[in-house]
Each structure stands twice: as C-alpha cells, then as structure tokens.
C-alpha cells in the first residue's frame, strides 16, 4: 500500500500546494469591479439607473392665471415620486466571502427638479452563479413637484439584484414629508456598473451636448 500511495502522493502535490497558495493569496487593496473576498478586500460602486415610477401618490394642484381677457384658472393631478435618471456612487467593504457592507450616495433628476439619497447598502454574494443580491437605506431629499419651490425629505430603500457589477436591477420606495403631507411611492429600474456606467455617461452627455450645439444653431431641420 504505502508503495503505491508515495507515487500517488508525488503526483498530487503540486496541485495541492498550488491550491493552498491561491487560499493563502493576500486580496487586492482595492477593486473597481466588485468581487467576493478573498479577491478584493474593498470595490467602489458606480452606478447610473433609469428607474420608471410604477404607484405614487398624487397631489391636486390649482393655479389662477391673470391676462387682459380675464382670469383662468388650471387644475390638474401631479404625482408625488415621478421617474428618474441617478447616479450612484460609494465605497463597499468585503466583510466575508459572501458578504458586503458600505455607503452610496445617490445624485440625479426627477420631475421638476432633483434627487440626493444617502444610504448604507449590504451585499450578498452569490459566488456560483456570479450575481449579488443588495439591499440599502438611508436619507432622501428630493423636489415635489417645481411651482411649490421647496424640497421635501424622507427616507428611501432599495433592492437590487447584481449580474458582475455590470448590469442590476432595482426597486426602491420613497417616503417624503412636505407641506404637511406624507408622499410615497415606488420605482422599478434597470441599471449598468462600472464601465457600462462610464459609458453610458459618456454617451448620454455627448448627446447632450449635440443637442445644446443644434439648439443653439437654430437649425432644426
């Protein structure tokens, strides 16, 4: 027997020892794609989301115009949380192989105005399957609708289902308190991370500017 386990074993040990020093392998410092421990240590969060506001509630508005012909008056319903375009952006911290613990912060537009959250978020690995599973909460301040000029503040949650970092898919519900009502309302989006971000940025300011530059021509042809 032990004649035939010493070949066996010298056959074996490279790959052991191979194995045992890639456990051993220090993780990296930083990461800018984020990855389970031990393959990063800490990985930043980029991320820009287009979220469609699916319920809110809403808010009856009335507005008296004065002009030579007389005085009208305009009434409608506004929704409290419309659909928005945001940017997301924090530090994570790899806590163990399958979990994350760090902060966002939040920074886009909504109807009428804009959006900035605060958050803590906490990520689930799933290392088999490559996706992530996150969820956050934290403060929100965000404009009601433009002609009350005054921001409202509340507080957000979030879930996100993570595919590499590079895409997710997101819902959130707001709750807003201003001019002595309770708003509230929720979003479903679809995200990208990392590059796809820096490119989807890049791309959607390159087609501002070629509009700013047309609209600026006068030539709308």
């Not at 809403?58 to 929704?79: C, E, I, L, M, N």
């Not at 690995?125 to 009601?144: K, N, T």
Request: net charge positive.
């Amino acid at each position: 027997m032990r004649s035939l386990l010493w070949p066996l074993s010298a056959l074996f040990a490279p790959s052991l020892i191979a194995a045992q020093s890639d456990s051993l392998r220090p993780a990296s410092a930083t990461c800018w794609r984020g990855k389970p421990a031990p393959q990063c240590r800490t990985f930043w969060l980029t991320e820009i989301s287009g979220e469609y506001a699916f319920v809110s509630t809403t808010a009856h508005y009335r507005q008296a115009y004065t002009s030579p012909s007389g005085t009208f008056v305009s009434s409608y319903d506004k929704p409290d949380v419309s659909s928005r375009l945001v940017w997301t952006v924090g530090p994570m911290f790899n806590t163990s192989p399958r979990h994350a613990f760090g902060g966002t912060l939040t920074a886009g537009f909504v109807d009428g105005g804009q959006r900035i959250a605060i958050e803590a978020r906490r990520r689930n690995w799933f290392p088999e399957s490559g996706l992530g599973l996150d969820f956050s909460a934290g403060a929100l301040q965000q404009s009601v609708p433009f002609h009350e000029g005054r921001p409202a503040y509340g507080l957000t949650a979030g879930a996100y289902v993570i595919g590499e970092d590079l895409i997710n898919m997101n819902a959130h519900a707001d709750v807003l308190i201003t001019a002595g009502r309770v708003r509230t309302g929720a979003t479903l989006g679809f995200g990208a991370g990392t590059k796809a971000a820096v490119g989807v940025t890049a791309l959607l300011g390159a087609l501002t500017l070629a509009a700013l530059a047309i609209f600026a021509s006068g030539n709308y042809d």
